[in-house]
């Protein structure tokens, strides 16, 4: 498990160095923004706004257009502040998992066999949330079939 784990966390990191890049606003939805007329469905808003020529004295939203509804929404919902809130989610699980792990080996130095029992139980659970999770990065270098959520972890 140690392996897909530091594994995972790299999935994570490249996500998180991807996600800091993007250099528009952190903040999107789907059209149309202060101007129906300049924006439909097929719009991804972006906020904060910005003036579109040194001349205005207002400012607008910037906008992203794009083929078909669907697609805008889908963009719209996977803004920057998403990724990072779902990649600190699951580095939390990371280190819960790791927590219940260290607990574990403590309660088997203390011979204490209802919270080894206990830690076991909860690393058990999260090492199945650490394989799905991971599953979602299996087209990436590196991804072991054998950590694949349906098998086994033996």
């Known amino acids: 498990m140690d392996e897909l784990i530091q594994w995972f966390g790299e999935q994570l990191d490249e996500d998180e160095r991807i996600t800091r890049a993007v250099r528009v606003p952190p903040d999107w939805h789907q059209g149309p923004g202060d101007d129906p007329e300049w924006a439909d469905a097929e719009m991804v ?81 999260l090492h199945a949330v650490i394989r799905r999770d991971a599953a979602v990065y299996a087209d990436r270098p590196g991804y072991k079939e054998a950590w694949c959520p349906g098998i086994s972890a033996g």
């Open 45 to 125: 808003c972006m906020w904060p706004p910005e003036f579109h020529t040194p001349y205005e004295r207002d400012r607008h939203w910037r906008g992203l257009s794009v083929e078909g509804a669907e697609l805008a929404e889908h963009i719209a919902a996977h803004d920057p502040r998403r990724v990072l809130r779902e990649i600190d989610a699951k580095r939390q699980t990371v280190a819960q998992c790791r927590a219940a792990e260290e607990c574990m080996d403590q309660a088997m130095r203390d011979n204490d066999m209802p919270s080894y029992q206990a830690a076991r139980a909860e690393a058990k659970a």
